[in-house]
């Protein structure tokens, strides 16, 4: 399992995600819609969501390696992205999810960002949100350590 993920969200108070999509002209890898529910129990949602991954690749993928699957959707993606965002009607942005699982890996550890994508994610107006998450197992402490 890759320690990144990567992928696209637009979220939006006013647009379902049909609507998103005809506005960009390209179909999500997953959505939510304004009003569902994630349980029968829960609130409904305040807000939809339109996802498209990068990061699915069942490889091992560093944020450089998912770069060019994000680039190649195109300037045109990015241009209609921008124009979403700038509407106010959307927020985008790329999120980057990272797990180390072991510290020693250097592979599982920083991220590269090259011109390229920060000048697509530019045109698209999107911020950059990242989710680090280490996984560690820490020896246990004798208790005659604590005085």
Known sequence: MS???????VVSKSL???EISNRLGVEPDESTSIGSRRHPQSPPRSHATWIRHAGETGGYARPEDLEPVVVGWGM????????????GEAIV???IVQEIRDIDDPQQKGIFLGVDLLSWMGTARASLDIDQYVYHECGHESDSAVP
């Open 3 to 9: 320690p990144f993920r990567m992928y696209l969200r």
């Open 16 to 18: 379902q995600p049909e």
């Open 76 to 87: 045109d993606l990015a241009n209609s992205l921008g124009r979403l965002a700038d509407s």
């Open 93 to 95: 942005s790329l999120e």
